[in-house]
Structure formats: structure tokens, C-alpha cells
């Protein structure tokens, strides 16, 4: 029996470390511009600068979550945040491109292996009936992360150094290591032999489509490079899972994905980071493009939407855990596709601000409602000694789905906004683009468990998890 001491301990080490790798999700976008004038980068610089990390974090979630079930959870966390931390102190030493963009690949890896660990050690510790309500509370930490990424990339570009957006990781992160060293248990998934050729399909398959999909509108989506990239990585992906069904000992277990409650949270949580983060992007551009905001005021304008996920998403997960998480999901995707509807309908050039500020507290409170329903509905629908693969999986598809919709919208956006004059028609349509595949998610939704402590866990022989 886990003691409230242990819970909590382990609650607040995990969430900081998610709280660091979120917070550098967006506030390094918003510092580009400094960081292209300090180094003389290029245009082509700065999208690698931000692919290097993308690239890695969607790339490694299950190796890092398979490498926790198999060598120690407390370990394999500690050794991505020392990695994440060490990646942010060279970037912010970093005075040529190349060694920036090294520097955000050795955070991708770290934030890697620390994500899915965070949320396999709080399932662990904390007991069923209590597990929504603090799966609720980190999501709220996360949302905190992402909420202000934009006011900090904001202030550094109003007169802070650039490198004070990764050096701000460096406290952080040693304070995680020291007090997880001093304060978590360990523990471990299945002890399996390491399934090598596993991790390198996966991996590799990954690679190549996160590649393409990143690529796909700067190079054409027609070039070789991006024909073969796709290609070769879902072939890579397609002998990957052949090889997962007959495997004695396979890194992710594909019969998982017999439980209804984890394949629909999965594809809801695809389509959710598809059609949003997709749909984001164009929506900070808008702001400041069109509308004149500085960063820092775009930050701010924004606050509204991310900062309401940090306040509904507790809430979510207490509901979630009392009624199920089906209808509260529901809710959350249709009222984040009801935002960017409004949004598509009633943004014009000379739009106030307060016409749009509805819409994004409807989109904010829709997040909230979403993520930690779906986390849980994760978690709960697999045996505890496959939680570790679960949560890899489902941070790899759903960080696979944002990168997806980038790319798709991206693909709408310009293929309309041809001229400066066209701005507009192609935001409206990314809007619309990224409201129609969100109502796809809210669609699959309707198979999530539909009452408190419905759980449909998958066919698979349970053993028991093996503590330190």
C-alpha cells in the first residue's frame, strides 16, 4: 500500500518535470525571432530548430516508456530529465545553429523519456477511486506549461537574452533530479527481455513519417523526399506491427488495442491534437500578423484558452471519474469544434478582441474537458503491467496527431492564401479544417466507457507489477 506521503511526493516531482517539457513547447517558437538575429539563422535554421525537438519527442515516447518497464521507471524518468536538462543548458550556450539544433534533438530525447514515464508513475501510486482526480490535477500542470510558453517567449523577446528561455529549464530540472532521487520508488513494468528489432521499426517507422509530414509543405509533397520518407516509414511501421503480433516478447503489445475503451481514446486523442494544434498555429499568426499584437501581447491574448485548460482540467477528471468519461470528452471536443467554428465565422481584418475572447474560453474549457478523461480512460483500460507501453503509445499517437495536423492545415492554409490578401480565406478554412477533424474525434468518442468505473480492460494476461 502506497502511503499519502508517497502519492504526493510523487505527484509534485512528475508534474514539474511535465510542467518544464511543456513549457518549452511553445515559448521557444515565440523567441525565434531573437534567436534569429542573435546567430544569423535561417529560415530553414529556425524550422530545424524546432523539428529536432519535434522530431526526437515523437519519435522515442515508446522507447522511453518501454526502457522505464524494463530497467526502472524512476531511472529511465530521471535519466530524461538529465538529459532535457543538459540539452537546455548547451542550447543556451549555444553560439552557432548547428550546435542549437543539437542541442533541442538532446531535449527531444529527454522529454521523451520523461512524459509517458510521468503519468505510468501517478497511475501507479495512487489508487483507482483517486487516480481520475489527480490524472485531472496533471493535466492542469501541463496546461499551466503551455499557458505560459507564449508570455515567457513573449518577455524574452521584449528585452530578455534568448538563451534565458532554456536556461530557465536548468533550475528545474536539477531541483527534479535531486528530489527525485531522494523521494520516488521505483518500480517496473513486465520484466521482459528488450525488444530491439521492435525499438528500431517503431523508431525508424516514426522517423520517416513525422519527417515527411513535417517537411511535406516546405519541400512539396509530391518530392522524393517526402514520397519516400512517407512511404518508407509506413512500411517500416506496417513490418513493425506484423512482427509486435508474433513476437514472444513485443514492445508494444497490439492486443491492447482490443480494449474499445484504449483504441477510441486513442483515436479521439489523434484527432483532438490534430485539428487544435493545428488550428493554434494559424491562430497565433492571425494575432499577430493581422491583428498587430506584439509576442508578448499575444501571449496574453491567448491566456484565455490555454490558461482554462488549467483550471477545467481538475474538474474533468473528478467528473470523468463519476460519471465516465464518454459524455465529459464528448463535451469537451464539440465545444473546442464549436470555438473554431466561431472563430472560422466571425474573425475578420479589423476583428476586437473581445469578439474573439468567447470563442477562446469555449476552446480552453473544451482542452480541459478533454485531457484527462482520455488519459485515464487510457490507463484504466489496460492491465498495470502494460501501462507503460499504454501511456508511450498514446503520447506517441497523440504528439503524431498534432504534428499530422500542422501539416495538413498547413497544406490548406497555403494552397488558399496565395497572396497577403488571401490571409484570411485560408485561416477561415483551416478553422473549418480543424473543427471537422476534432467532430471526428467527439465521433469516436462515443465508444469511451460510459459510467464511472467502467472498465474494459484489454485481454491480456495480467501479472503483477514488480516494485523496487
Known amino acids: 500500500m502506497t502511503s499519502n506521503r508517497v502519492r504526493w511526493w510523487t505527484f509534485a516531482i512528475v508534474c514539474l518535470a511535465l510542467f518544464m517539457a511543456m513549457l518549452d513547447n511553445l515559448v521557444v517558437i515565440t523567441a525565434l525571432p531573437s534567436i534569429r538575429r542573435a546567430l544569423g539563422a535561417s529560415v530553414s535554421d529556425l524550422e530545424w530548430m524546432v523539428n529536432a525537438y519535434t522530431l526526437t519527442f515523437a519519435t522515442l515516447m515508446m522507447t522511453g516508456a518501454a526502457l522505464g518497464d524494463l530497467f526502472g521507471r524512476k531511472r529511465i524518468f530521471l535519466i530524461g530529465v538529465s538529459a532535457f536538462t543538459l540539452g537546455s543548458a548547451v542550447a543556451a550556450m549555444s553560439d552557432t545553429t548547428i550546435q542549437l539544433e543539437i542541442a533541442r534533438a538532446v531535449q527531444g530525447l529527454g522529454a521523451a523519456f520523461l512524459t509517458p514515464l510521468t503519468l505510468t508513475m501517478l497511475t501507479r501510486v495512487f489508487p483507482e477511486e483517486r487516480r481520475a482526480a489527480a490524472i485531472g490535477l496533471w493535466s492542469g500542470i501541463s496546461g499551466l506549461g503551455l499557458a505560459i510558453g507564449p508570455l515567457v517567449g513573449g518577455a524574452v523577446i521584449n528585452g530578455l537574452p534568448w ?7 536548468v533550475p528545474i530540472g536539477i531541483a527534479v533530479i535531486a528530489l527525485g532521487l531522494l523521494r520516488l520508488e521505483e518500480s517496473f513494468g513486465e520484466r521482459r527481455p528488450l525488444d530491439l528489432p521492435g525499438l528500431g521499426l517503431a523508431g525508424l517507422g516514426l522517423l520517416g513519417v513525422t519527417f515527411g509530414l513535417i ?8 518530392s522524393a523526399t517526402i514520397v519516400s520518407s512517407l512511404a518508407g516509414g509506413l512500411i517500416l511501421l506496417g513490418v513493425f506491427i506484423w512482427r509486435e503480433r508474433r513476437a514472444a516478447n513485443p514492445m508494444l503489445d497490439l492486443s491492447l488495442f482490443r480494449s474499445m475503451g484504449f483504441s477510441a481514446a486513442n483515436v479521439s486523442g489523434f484527432m483532438m491534437s490534430a485539428g487544435m494544434f493545428g488550428s493554434i498555429l494559424f491562430l ?18 491567448t491566456m484565455p484558452w490555454t490558461g482554462t ?16 468519461p464518454r459524455v465529459v470528452v464528448m463535451a469537451g471536443l464539440v465545444g473546442q469544434a464549436s470555438a473554431l467554428i466561431w472563430l472560422g465565422i466571425i474573425s475578420t481584418t479589423t476583428s476586437p ?5 468567447p470563442a477562446f474560453i469555449l476552446g480552453g474549457i473544451g482542452m480541459g474537458l478533454t485531457y484527462a478523461p482520455l488519459a485515464e480512460s487510457v490507463m484504466s483500460s489496460v492491465p498495470a ?17 498534432g504534428v499530422f495536423g500542422i501539416a495538413v492545415l498547413g497544406a ?9 490578401l488571401s490571409f484570411m480565406d485560408g485561416f477561415h478554412a483551416a478553422a473549418f479544417g480543424g473543427a471537422a477533424i476534432v467532430l471526428a474525434g467527439a465521433l469516436a468518442a462515443t465508444f469511451l466507457p460510459g459510467r464511472a468505473g467502467a472498465r474494459d480492460v484489454a485481454a491480456v494476461p495480467e501479472r503483477m507489477e514488480v516494485p523496487a
Open 163 to 169: 538563451s534565458a528561455v532554456f536556461w530557465i529549464n
Open 215 to 222: 517537411r511535406g509543405n516546405a519541400l512539396g509533397w509530391g
Open 284 to 301: 497565433t499568426l492571425y494575432i499577430q500578423q493581422v491583428l498587430g499584437a506584439t509576442p508578448l501581447e499575444a501571449g496574453l491574448k
Open 309 to 324: 485548460i488549467m483550471i477545467v482540467a481538475p474538474v474533468a477528471g473528478v467528473l470523468a471519474g463519476r460519471i465516465g
Open 353 to 357: 478582441y473581445l469578439d474573439l475572447l
Open 385 to 401: 503491467n502494460r501501462q507503460g507501453q499504454a501511456s508511450g503509445s498514446s503520447n506517441a499517437i497523440r504528439e503524431l496527431g
Open 412 to 420: 490548406v492554409f497555403q494552397h488558399i492564401a496565395t497572396t497577403p
